[in-house]
């Protein structure tokens, strides 16, 4: 399941996933993606992960591959809990130019106002 909210100028872009994303998640993804670029660029986008079923870093990386629009974005906050595996260097380094920092559930407020720092 995936659910997106901020698609306002101004708003950040948050990206819930919970449980398994499947590819009509993915496009629903991008659509919202290049909806908010038309609005403004750079852009920070906030992530969460609830109940990951098997999913990886690689796995997100993939769905990220997909969409041509990550020069648009500035920052990543990934906000999950236990059940995502977490980011580690070699993915960070596969996505250049974009910061991204990760935040246990509980911190979702911390990883907004991150974000909101720009």
Do not use: C
């Amino acid at each position: 399941m995936l659910d997106i909210k901020g698609g306002k100028k101004g708003e950040i872009l948050e990206v819930t996933t919970e449980g398994t994303a499947t590819q009509d998640d993915l496009q629903k993804f991008e659509g919202a993606l290049k909806a908010k670029k038309l609005q403004e660029e750079p852009l920070n986008i906030l992530f969460i992960f609830k109940n990951i079923d098997g999913n990886t870093p690689k796995a997100m990386l993939k769905g990220w591959k997909i969409v041509t629009h990550l020069k648009s974005i500035k920052k990543s906050a990934i906000v999950a809990d236990e059940t995502f595996v977490g980011l580690n260097e070699n993915i960070e380094k596969m996505i250049p130019g974009v910061e991204i920092h990760q935040y246990p559930l509980e911190e979702l407020e911390a990883a907004r106002e991150w974000l909101r720092r720009g």
